[in-house]
Nanobody, 121 residues
Framework: QVQVVESGGGLVPPGGSLRLSCTASGRIFRLGAMGWYRQAPGKQRDVVATIMRDGVTTYADSVKGRFTISRDNAKSMVYLQMNSLEPEDTAVYYC???????????????WGQGTQVTVSS
């Protein structure tokens, strides 16, 4: 099994910054794409940013220029640097990692438990 754990959420005023971290542990043969998603109350879970194993990134239009996703393959970690935060960024942020547990297994999606980000004065 692969375990995924996020950290770094909290309360921040508008215009502030936060850095989320996510680490994977357990039986990991190979990590593939990683991503951050968020879910606000009463809304569906939406993708925020993704990063491929080779470093290619994608961002939701609403966070382009403000958020930066990065990864450290050696440490099995992915990060989300969030700047110029807005109240609309308030949500539970989830980390997603695609991984293979062994050479014969299929690639599966693994999710963290989520970390709350609240942007408010």
């Amino acid at each position: 099994q692969v375990q995924v754990v996020e950290s770094g959420g909290g309360l921040v005023p508008p215009g502030g910054s936060l850095r989320l971290s996510c680490t994977a542990s357990g039986r990991i043969f190979r990590l593939g794409a990683m991503g951050w998603y968020r879910q606000a109350p009463g809304k569906q879970r939406d993708v925020v940013a993704t990063i491929m194993r080779d470093g290619v990134t994608t961002y939701a239009d609403s966070v382009k220029g403000r958020f930066t996703i990065s990864r450290d393959n050696a440490k099995s970690m992915v990060y989300l640097q969030m700047n110029s935060l807005e109240p609309e960024d308030t949500a539970v942020y989830y980390c997603n990692m695609r991984a293979k547990e062994n050479i014969l297994s299929q690639t599966k999606d693994y999710w963290g438990q989520g970390t709350q980000v609240t942007v408010s004065s």
